[in-house]
């Protein structure tokens, strides 16, 4: 599975790209793009220099693959002859010399982990590690590392079942009590039964094959004060089961939520229109066998065949609308998912999206993302810095601050684009300032035609000075940015010159 890129993973403009820290892009020479990598690993040339032989791999021997024109990587186990890759890496030469000749498992994870490097570096595979490489400074081996997630993760989860002639319910006592219904993920069919409950920063997995089938509709209840989650599934057959089924990989299981890998379900296209000239709204329909509900500021990952090649981009879902806390929707909010996206013609994987056919489908993966509604606790004033599609994660956050938020007192939003024609829902968004007083927002065009009356320009110091007025000297702040990688790095350089902590500040990337 593929990471895509415009040539790499995030788009320039992507609100998903990495801030400082991060990962960043590099330009990359003229036949060096995502096609001509997949043309050339199925070209079949020998791209580990070992004519087809699959090798086992010493430390030692690894250790000696170290340069740049003869550059071994290994990932979870097993070798990688990177060399071949060098000039086609997004992120660099440079960054895959990082873990020349070692193990690089720990870098991967904390760049992209939800790449699927098997698939995308299956040609240049030397073999698999004779030995395990010895563990990274500072992390623990896995019996140790088990104990100490006992000792410093939370209350190890458990659960039960219970069965009526007709239904089937499974409890899972979290021994939490801040649980909510987008804490657990639920997913069948026919006799597979998979639900992830995120606990904190960790996931407990239960994962069993089904004794008997089931049908598609289910219901999941939480009882928030005892932290208890229960699934109600209906039997096929009014029979009695003698056991609930057998367990599948992972069953019962506790981890970290960074190894616990990414789940998809295929959903399908509802319905697709025009928001700006490039910008579309999706409507994806869940499964009816699916339980999934994307926690505010969080994204999921959209995965698509292009070439052959499984191809994955990170989206943040947004409401179907600004104003849906003031109308009825649509459609049930549990059952559909929605998405703005921007169509880049010259890429990979957007105008293979564009060009889904209403019932067609795409694999949705399980939510990601480190945003977490307790910041919003006591919030007075919330400020938010959207350049073009970053105004994605702002949509739910705006809803949601607005109608769950007491103690809130001010909303503002400084929205960035090149023309007045780029502005993503921007009758919606003055409409919003009407319907609530605590709201406003601010336009800002870098390129504006003559006429335009509003403010121009970048980010600046300027810009941002004015426009962070908290309502009182002591109130609580909270500002969120979200745009391209140099708006956001910029941005928030800005903010701490004006002397705004890290605390007060999150942005958002995938």
């Known amino acids: 599975m593929l990471n895509v890129p415009s040539q790499s993973f995030p788009a320039p403009s992507s609100q998903q790209r990495v801030v400082a820290g991060g990962r960043s892009k590099v330009p990359l020479k003229q036949g060096r793009s995502l096609m001509d990598w997949i043309r050339l690993t199925k070209s079949g040339k020998d791209l580990t220099g070992l004519k087809g032989r699959l090798i086992e791999v010493t430390e030692e021997e690894l250790k000696k693959h170290d340069k740049k024109d003869d550059c071994w990587i290994c990932i979870r186990g097993f070798v990688y002859n990177v060399s071949p890759y060098m000039e086609y890496h997004p992120g660099g ?42 563990a990274p400074k500072g992390m623990l081996p896995k019996s140790q590392a088990t104990d100490t997630l006992a000792r410093e993760g939370p209350s190890s989860p458990s659960y039960d079942w219970f069965q009526t002639d007709s239904l089937v319910t499974i409890v899972i006592y979290t021994k939490q009590k801040d649980i909510t219904l987008d804490s657990v993920i639920v997913d069948h069919q026919d006799d597979s039964f ?7 920063d960790y996931s407990y997995l239960i994962n069993i094959e089904l004794s008997h089938a089931v049908q598609e509709d289910f219901s999941v209840r939480i009882v928030e004060n005892v932290g ?44 697709k229109e025009d928001v700006t000239h490039d910008t579309r709204l999706f409507c994806f329909m869940l499964p009816p066998s699916t339980h999934l509900q994307v926690p505010i500021g969080q ?27 003031f109308k009825e929707p649509a459609l049930p909010n549990n059952k559909y998912i929605y998405f703005l996206i921007k169509i880049y013609p010259a890429g ?6 564009d060009h889904l056919q209403i019932g067609d489908f795409v694999f949705v993966s399980n939510p990601e993302g480190n945003f977490k509604t307790s910041q919003f606790q006591e919030l007075e004033d919330l400020f938010l810095l959207a350049a073009g599609t970053g105004f994605t994660p702002m949509v739910k956050l705006l809803n949601y601050a607005l109608t769950n938020i007491p103690s809130l007192r001010k909303v503002k ?14 009758s919606q968004l003055e409409e919003l300032t009407f319907k609530d007083k605590r709201f406003d927002v601010e336009f800002v065009l870098s390129a504006p035609i003559s006429e335009w009356n509003g ?30 990688t140099p708006f956001t790095e910029q941005g928030i350089k800005f903010l701490h010159e004006l002397n705004f902590s890290k605390d007060e500040i999150h942005s958002f990337t995938a």
């Not at 998979?194 to 904190?200: G, L, M, N, S, V």
């Not at 990414?262 to 399908?268: N, P």
């Not at 400084?414 to 993503?424: L, Q």
């Open 455 to 484: 403010k121009q320009g970048h980010v600046s110091p300027a810009l941002l000075s004015e426009f962070l007025k908290r309502s009182s000297d002591k109130s609580k702040v909270l500002i969120c940015i979200c745009g391209p």
């Open 299 to 325: 994204h999921v990952y959209l995965k698509l065949t292009v070439t052959d090649t499984e191809i994955v981009k990170p989206y943040t879902p947004v409401s179907d609308s600004l104003l849906s806390e």
């Open 93 to 134: 030469e440079d960054e895959l010399m990082r873990a020349a000749g070692s193990d690089g498992t720990d870098l991967f994870d904390q760049v992209h982990r939800w790449v699927n490097y098997e698939s995308m570096l299956k040609e240049c595979l030397v073999g698999r590690m004779a030995v395990k490489p010895a």
């Open 228 to 271: 208890k989650i229960e699934i109600v599934l209906q039997k096929k057959e009014n029979t009695s089961w003698k056991c609930l089924g057998h367990p599948l990989e992972n069953h019962n299981s506790l981890v970290p939520k960074k190894d616990a890998g990414l789940f998809y379900r295929q959903c399908q296209l509802i319905s």
């Open 413 to 426: 939003l400084m929205f960035f684009n090149k023309t007045e024609d780029d502005i993503i829902w921007r």
């Open 348 to 353: 990979l994987f957007t105008p293979e999206l």
């Open 194 to 200: 998979r639900a992830e409950t995120i606990i904190k």
